[in-house]
């Protein structure tokens, strides 16, 4: 009997059953934080070329675009922009563009984008603002 409790053939693989799922969930939500990470970035560079783009009123950002799904020709520059960098769930719907709104006595472009995501089917809000003086 003392021969049975003294072998430990097989620990290792209990020990590794037993970490095993911890070590794949901090993967996968490693993974899955920096697919967030990425797409926040990506919508903050859209919001920011979208904010200058009207503000300067540049030709590239006034023209409105079939199946855009706005009358707005920046919040159709805005869905280019994300097209071109793979944020493909942004809809018309999550981008607002004001075009003068006052900020310490100036007239500024405001871009506003909120895109609804998840970490780990946990859902979670992107929200991003970027602001551009007019002309």
């Known amino acids: 009997m003392k021969k049975l409790f003294r072998r430990d053939d097989g620990a290792a693989a209990v020990e590794f059953s037993l970490i095993a799922p911890v070590l794949l969930v901090l993967a996968i939500g490693s993974l899955d934080a920096g697919i967030v990470f990425w797409k926040w970035n990506a919508i903050q560079g859209i919001a920011r070329t979208t904010a200058r783009c009207v503000a300067i009123g540049s030709n590239s950002c006034s023209t409105i675009t079939s199946g855009c ?10 869905l280019a922009q994300a097209s071109a960098s793979g944020v493909s769930e942004l809809a018309a719907s999550n981008i607002t563009v004001q075009r003068s709104v006052s900020v310490a006595g100036g ?21 991003i603002e970027a602001s551009y003086p007019n002309n």
């Not at 799904?69 to 805005?78: L, R, T």
């Open 69 to 78: 799904g706005s009358s707005d020709a920046g919040v159709c520059f805005a």
């Open 107 to 127: 007239l500024f472009t405001k871009v506003a984008i909120a895109l609804d995501t998840t970490i780990l089917a946990v859902p979670i809000t992107l929200s």
